[in-house]
């Protein structure tokens, strides 16, 4: 029953005013509105205890205005923002200064409260108003089917491979890999049926059975699969794009889609059906350690289209998403890592801030909006390109202007990529544990054959080195994963060849190696204690250094040379 409200009638508010003076009247008017609103405000987080009930805390600030002395709880879905018009409370308490309410968490089964978020109300002026933070539950994985421990690789050392030229991988001792998952490719075909929180979905057995025979092969020997999830135009699902985005000429992914009904429940079936395939369970399937939501989140046009958005609009919908994901992925794999991925533009002076965006704002806009709903551990996927891409020198990028060594650089590459794991270091920007969060270097190249001066193959081979130093040098990257392992035919006649290998130019768009570069030789070295540094030396005099240590702070063979 709803709380029952004494109702003043037009005569009686008549009369209150009568024989007052127009002053009286507008000091009364103003009083009446100024008590509009409620006047408390009610810190919620939410957590699984026992891993069959949710467990809702909040402390109460300010001044008591409901007009019972309880405060409502309510229960949203992830794609609702609001509780305007509903009179569905989950329970209630007694409006005091703390909150402690349980109710329980229904997983496996289509009302799951696994992914909800809950909201604090109280019955004010005649319906109910939101006085909280909306809070998601914090920790999926005490649910998780799967425990395995999260299992660091001995180097940094990581590349993204061709398929078909794994044994050149497994000689070359990659031990980070890249996988990408389209959700257009997923859900092109049949084969498999997959049934989640009572609904059946079908995915395509043909494009799993590859992926299944990649990713066993990858981690059976050791190597930690980074799986980057991207969500592919197809009109045999439209409920994955976000409602309105038309398909566009300039985009090669879209954002995902989790703010509708549909959206949410066909998304977080994908990631469900993923993560428990590759949650390591199964030796046939194998296993993905680390996830990333997106690419390059901070350009909407290209990799996560959504339309033109403002940008706490558009990380909102991302971080709506990011916790779907999250819960999906953490609640198999309690260890699983998830992260969230940026370009090198962080404070881009040609941000329009509707498509494109500076990498600082995002990362600002979403570690807010997720301390707001609940802190958890998201990570970062980062993506340190020199400037411009055509040239492999990084070192000298400080002439261009768009290098300095402190957060108002416009760039940050591996000329100061100290300047990115600083700022992750500031209290605000860690995890629940206080922890600095991960940074991986998930996509990186540097080309052989420069737009302006032709073959660069030695400097691309030393920009290499420089650069693998700089991540093994700081503790706060966890790894570094080359692209790529064979040049790209299309990247090629953009002066992007960014191979270890080069590609031939006469197959079209495939991909067929042609022969090694330099690269190859000190890649496969670098990582080596007893082959490192000679296979690096000839870098040094093409930098212009005498010695790695005299550049690279905490340079971890710097007792060897």
């Known amino acids: 029953m709803l709380p029952v409200l004494t109702v003043f009638s037009a005569l009686t508010c008549m009369t209150a005013f009568a024989g007052t003076t127009a002053a009286d009247q507008t000091a009364a008017t103003e009083e009446t509105a100024a008590v509009t609103a409620p006047t408390e405000s009610v810190s919620l987080s939410a957590s699984i205890s026992g891993k069959t009930e949710v467990v809702i805390n909040g402390t109460l600030s300010g001044e008591k205005s409901g007009d019972d002395g309880k405060l409502y709880l309510f229960e949203l879905q992830p794609y609702q923002d609001s509780i305007e018009g509903r009179t569905d409370p989950i329970g209630s308490v007694s409006e005091d200064g703390t909150i402690s309410y349980q109710v329980s968490l229904n997983e496996g089964t289509s009302d799951t409260r696994l992914y909800s978020k809950f909201v604090a109300a109280v019955w004010f002026q005649g319906k109910y108003q939101t006085v909280s933070n909306q809070a998601y539950i914090q920790n999926p994985e005490a649910v998780a089917k799967s425990t395995l421990a999260y299992k660091d690789p001995l180097t940094k050392k990581g590349l993204l491979i061709q398929l078909n030229m794994l044994d050149d991988a497994f000689e070359l001792g990659v031990k980070h890999v890249n996988v990408n998952f389209n959700f257009a490719m997923i859900t092109q075909g049949s084969g498999i049926d997959y049934t989640y929180e009572g609904k059946t979905y079908h995915f395509d057995s043909a494009q799993m059975a590859d992926y299944d025979n990649t990713i066993s092969a990858l981690s059976n020997k050791g190597m930690v699969i980074t799986a980057i999830v991207l969500n592919g135009w197809n009109k045999a699902t439209p409920e994955l794009i976000y409602p309105g985005v038309q398909e566009s000429s300039s985009a ?234 064979v040049d790209a035919p299309t990247e090629v006649k953009t002066s992007c060849s960014f191979g270890l290998w080069t590609c031939k130019m006469n197959v079209g768009d495939d991909i067929q190696a042609a022969k090694r570069r330099k690269l190859w030789i000190v890649f496969k070295a670098i990582d080596k204690k007893n082959e490192t540094l000679d296979a690096t030396s000839f870098a040094k005099s093409i930098i212009g250094i005498g010695k790695w240590s005299d550049v690279i702070s905490n340079f971890r063979w710097a007792n060897m040379e």
């Open 252 to 485: 090669y992914y879209y954002g995902f889609n989790t703010s509708t009904k549909e959206g949410y429940e066909t998304t977080r079936a994908l990631i469900s059906f993923l993560a428990n395939r590759y949650s390591g369970e199964n030796t046939n399937y194998g296993r993905v350690s680390n996830w990333v939501v997106g690419n390059e989140i901070n350009d909407n046009q290209v990799w996560n289209y959504m339309g033109k958005m403002a940008p706490e609009q558009y990380v909102a919908e991302y971080a709506r998403t990011f916790r779907v994901f999250y819960d999906a992925i953490r609640s198999s794999s309690a260890n699983a890592r998830l992260f969230f991925s940026l370009d090198n533009n962080w404070n881009d002076p040609e941000a329009d801030n509707k498509l494109t965006y500076s990498g600082k704002n995002i990362l600002d806009l979403f570690n807010a909006d997720i301390r707001n709903g609940g802190n958890i551990n998201w990570n970062l996927a980062y993506h340190p390109y020199p400037i411009p891409m055509t040239e492999p020198e990084f070192w000298d990028d400080d002439s261009t202007g768009e290098i300095k060594q402190n957060e108002s650089t416009q760039v940050i590459n591996f000329d100061n990529l100290h300047v990115l794991t600083d700022y992750l270091c500031g209290d605000v920007m860690k995890d629940p544990s206080g922890n600095v969060r991960h940074v991986i270097l998930s996509e990186e190249g540097f080309t052989a054959v420069s737009g302006t001066r032709g073959d660069v193959e030695q400097i691309q081979a030393a920009a290499f080195a420089y650069a693998y130093y700089i991540a093994d040098s700081n503790p706060y990257v966890d790894a570094f994963i080359l692209s790529r392992q």
